[in-house]
């Protein structure tokens, strides 16, 4: 089980990825970089979300694989459709 | 003498592996709240993926399109359900121990932060309704008003399943079994992962 400190710095982590990746509009110039900047951003957040709020990094590995390589392979696909 | 110890004492066993199986590992909340979970995460990966293609196929109208929208609405939402998710996990936890009352609480402050969800998502058709813009007027804004609204139903949804089980914790009914629980935790939890990848889509990119 968590501790309140680690869910907390979980949200936090969330938030500032959150904040980087609007910002990031602003200031990355280069479209592949940019896409693939907030498309990783995507990624990380979603291993957030399972690992922690879900509370999958203690389950078994085959659902926490699932719910990860979701949040991999769909940002990865639409990386793919912009870029390609 | 640790549990560890004496249990690879008594069985050549690797310390690690008998690490592994006293944490006991287990998927939280029901299995069959896990199917519909992928059932839905699949719908909306087929959205998503839609949504990308169609961009690609109309880039100019789609880019002129996404500048009608509100970065800032779209930023607000996804602070206001990321913080959600923070107050329903640490309703879970505080139910793991047994802490009926600050389990409500956090699950009503939860529940008050998604209602801004559901403020500034109205707001957006509002907007976008009194500029003339509809689900017809081009491609681009017949997937923005389907797939934001479909998510809007699905964070509706979440918060009938939280209310619901903040209904029953007030009824003493996770004291033992507290799957129903953590079943509707990670609903909710889903629904935020959802956003998480719509709003760049929409949004950002």
């Known amino acids: 089980m968590l501790t309140t400190k680690q869910t907390i710095m979980s949200w936090l982590f969330l938030i500032i990825l959150t904040l980087v990746s609007v910002y990031a509009g ?36 085959m659902w926490r694989l699932l719910l990860l390589s979701y949040v991999f392979i769909i940002p990865t696909a639409i990386c793919a459709i912009y870029l390609f | 003498m640790s549990n560890t110890v004496i249990v690879s004492s008594m069985v050549k066993i690797s310390e690690s592996h008998i690490n592994e199986l006293l944490k006991n590992k287990r998927l939280p909340g029901d299995l069959a709240m896990w199917f519909f979970i992928l059932a839905e995460l699949t719908v909306f990966a087929i959205f998503f993926i839609g949504f990308a293609v169609a961009e ?44 009926v009352k600050k389990s409500i609480n956090l699950l009503i402050i939860s529940q008050c932060i998604a209602c801004v969800y559901l403020v500034v998502k109205i707001w957006e058709y509002h907007f976008l309704f009194s500029i003339g813009i509809d689900i017809e007027t081009n491609t681009f804004f017949t997937l923005y008003f389907l797939i934001t609204f479909f998510h ?38 889903m629904v935020d992962m959802l956003w998480i990848i719509l709003f760049p889509l929409i949004y950002i990119i």
Not at chain 2, 159 to 178: C, P, R, S, W
């Open chain 1, 26 to 61: 602003k200031v990355l110039d280069n479209n592949l970089v940019f896409i693939t900047t907030v498309l990783l951003i995507v990624f990380l957040k979603g291993q957030q979300i399972t690992d922690i709020f879900m509370e999958l990094r203690d389950a078994p590995r």
């Open chain 2, 56 to 99: 690609q196929l109309n880039s100019e109208m789609f880019i002129a399109s996404k500048a009608k929208l509100h970065p800032v609405a779209g930023l607000v939402n996804t602070l206001a359900l990321i913080t959600s998710s923070l107050f329903v996990a640490l309703s879970v936890s505080a139910i793991h121990l047994g802490n």
């Open chain 2, 152 to 189: 809007f139903m699905h964070v509706l949804l979440g918060m009938v399943i939280l209310m619901l089980i903040g209904i029953n914790t007030k009824k003493g009914a996770y004291k033992e079994d507290i799957s129903g629980f953590e079943s509707g935790a990670c609903y909710w939890h």
